[in-house]
């Protein structure tokens, strides 16, 4: 990541802080690690080596991290300031030291304390923390990270576009690969590796998930379908869709079907603008499913949601969320319904809003896919 784009975040949350009533963000959750340091690192999945920033609402960030990891953050992130330490156990004081470095023992800290956030610290560490720096009041900062990424700057628009791109080469190439007498796991090992072919990041996976809701794990006959969601990701940033195949040709209830589910994920782009609710977006969908012959969406069943750096961030396209969707956030319309067989029926496409309306960053979800 270049070293603007990351001072760019910096001087966005800082604006924020200043909004807010925050002197500083103490950031230990993997993606927020991610999002401020544009370094990938997969330490953070080593529970026993957190990493940490803090960024003050006025001037430079303190990075904490294990040693190792300190070279390649440097060439991803402008940090002038780090605190290091050689291995296990993680050293709490070192939060102290970086809180008394930039003066905030006074402060009042944002923290990851929000519905949808994730503390990088044990409860334990935390605690500890506290007690070294009884002058720090903590608050939940979450609306300021949710801020920050559900909309998308353009360079990371660029990036879930090659994602999408790379995840659609990838099951253009997967298909054909397919054979009767497969089962779920031995598709999902097809298309897995083809997203590794296609360039998909090797240290931060996607996603592979198939079946049809029926099927189990038995192997593919002539006649039966099965549906994939699956992405790959680019750089960090992921893709996030849906798509159908059938093993043999479809008859003309499958074709209807598969037109019903394509003609309502349509609708429901269609209806993504800026100044629209992500409820509004849920609505639509709904009454299109209703018009088809199904059941409505239930109160907080979604039918879309926002991707990034992780496959499912906010907002949530559902009747229960009032989101105004704005320019620059990412989003994976994907109506849904059940069959009276059980068989699941579900395609996603993803769009990112623009100032008219919104852009559709993948195509191809309304073919059923044929395996010969």
Known sequence: MAHDVIAARWARA???????????????????????????????????RPMIVLLPAGGDPVVIVYRQAEKSIRKGAPVNDFLTYEDVPFPIELVAEAVSMRGLTKARIGAEFGQYERFGMSIGQFETTKEQLPGVTFSDASAIFEELRIVKMPDEVDLIRKAC???????????????????????????????????????????VTMGNGIHGNEPYRKGQTVWCDFGGTWKGYQADLAR?????????????????????????????????????VATVA????????????????????????????????????????MPGMVLTPEPRFDLPTGERM???????????????????????????
């Not at 059941?295 to 009032?322: F, I, M, Q, T, W």
Request: net charge negative.
């Open 14 to 48: 800082q604006s924020l802080m200043v909004k807010q009533g925050f002197d500083a963000l103490l950031i230990t959750e993997k993606y927020n690690f991610w999002y401020f340091t544009g370094n990938l690192t997969r330490e953070l999945e080593k529970k026993m």
């Open 165 to 207: 791109a790379l995840s659609l080469r990838a099951w253009d190439k997967a298909v054909p690969r397919f054979e009767f007498g497969m089962v779920n796991n031995d598709l999902k090992r097809v298309l897995a590796a083809a997203l590794i072919e296609e360039g998909s990041d090797f240290d931060i996976a996607g996603h």
């Open 346 to 372: 579900h395609i996603e496409e993803m769009v990112v809003v623009t100032e008219t309306g919104c852009e559709v960053l993948s195509h191809g979800a309304d073919r059923l896919a044929v395996v010969a």
């Open 244 to 280: 159908r195949a059938i093993f043999g040709e479809p008859d003309e209830i499958q074709a209807e079907y598969h037109r019903q589910i394509s003609e309502i994920l349509h609708e429901e782009i269609a209806a993504i603008r800026p100044g629209i609710r992500a409820s509004d």
């Open 286 to 325: 709904s009454n299109a499913m209703v018009k088809a012959g199904y059941k409505p969406l239930s109160s907080k069943k979604r039918v879309g949601h926002g991707v990034g750096l992780c496959a499912a961030e906010a907002p949530s396209l559902s009747l229960a969320d009032d989101t105004i969707l």
